[in-house]
């Protein structure tokens, strides 16, 4: 593998393990769009996707779903269509980069956190959708109504919450261990409320996937704008796939060696080397439609605990 070209990764990636394509154009969004002003013409999402085998039809649809589901609105200006990220939905963008871009392993004080919707408090399908966000935010489910993580964001708690309709109507609270009564230990929680096998499976492949690249880039790191902008597109999209299932739990409740930690690394160090040529390539073709796009804010530049380092 690592006697392939750039190109020649990327067409066997793309052949190997193909993105859907609606997910691809969220990554691109995230990645891409989000730090030079959220917003873009469907010409320039086409243009951006031609590269990763994306035919403008299936831009199009997936870009018309992403809208129906609240992730986009669209406005026209004459017979183009210009399409920005919903404010509703920056929240989550925001929370998404967090879980990327920023370093494993979460300061841990010891104590967890418990939401608690007594039989009653909320209704059936109040109950499903906090649930599921939850879940999604990396908390275990103990017993019906008791989710817990041991080290959850509370601004991203708050927020969903809110944004849900729970707020006011479950209870928040934090539990430590009770010395000298003989219980389990609470990190035992970990093995019975998450199940981390296929975690670490996808960890693996994904570091199995990227390192001959990561080889291939500092053998040969004169790659073009559009190549780097496709191994950049690529390697946050496989990553944010194997991290929205990763509860991120502090490291120390964590089975060692992490493989989380390695892939994170690993993440790091290609996106680094291909970042500046892949934002010639954004920025070629962003700007083809709109003149006054604007550089890259300076939360792109910290990324992977900063992009210069």
């Not at 399908?125 to 964001?153: C, F, I, S």
């Not at 003989?182 to 199995?208: N, Q, T």
């Not at 291909?274 to 530049?301: C, G, I, K, N, W």
Request: aromatic share 8%; charged share 25%.
């Amino acid at each position: 593998m690592n006697q392939l070209s750039s190109s020649e990764w990327i067409a066997h990636f793309l052949a190997t393990d193909p993105p859907r394509h609606k997910s691809l154009v969220m990554t691109i969004c995230g990645d891409a769009i989000a730090p030079h002003g959220g917003a873009f013409w469907l010409g320039s999402m086409i243009e951006l996707l031609a590269p990763l085998g994306v035919t403008d039809r299936l831009v199009r649809t997936s870009v018309f779903r992403l809208v129906q589901e609240g992730w986009l609105v669209a406005s026209r200006e004459g017979r183009r269509s210009r399409y920005a990220l919903e404010p509703k939905a920056l929240p989550r963008f925001e929370r998404a980069n967090r879980r990327i871009y920023a370093p494993p392993g979460l300061d841990w004080n010891g104590r967890w956190t418990l939401l608690v919707a007594p039989n009653g408090s909320i209704d059936a399908d109040l109950r499903n959708l906090l649930r599921k966000e939850l879940q999604w935010e990396g908390y275990a489910m103990l017993a019906t109504g008791v989710l817990a993580h041991p080290a959850p964001d509370r601004d991203i708690l708050r927020e969903l919450l809110a944004r849900s309709g729970a707020a006011g109507r479950v209870f928040a609270c934090e539990m430590t261990e009770l010395p000298g009564v003989g219980s389990k230990p609470l990190p035992e929680l970990v093995r019975d409320g998450w199940d981390l096998s296929g975690v670490v499976a996808s960890y693996r492949h994904f570091i199995d996937v990227f390192t001959p690249l990561q080889a291939l880039l500092k053998a040969n790191a004169d790659v073009g704008p559009e190549d780097a902008f496709a191994i950049r597109s690529l390697l946050v999209h496989a990553y944010r796939r194997v991290q929205l299932h990763d509860p991120m739990l502090p490291l120390e409740l964590l089975p060692q060696p992490w493989p989380g930690s390695e892939a994170y690394a690993l993440a790091r160090d290609i996106y680094r080397l291909v970042h500046a040529q892949a934002e010639q390539h954004v920025m070629a073709m962003l700007r083809r439609e709109d003149s006054t796009t604007p550089a890259a804010d300076a939360a792109f530049r910290a990324r992977f605990g900063g992009l210069d380092a």
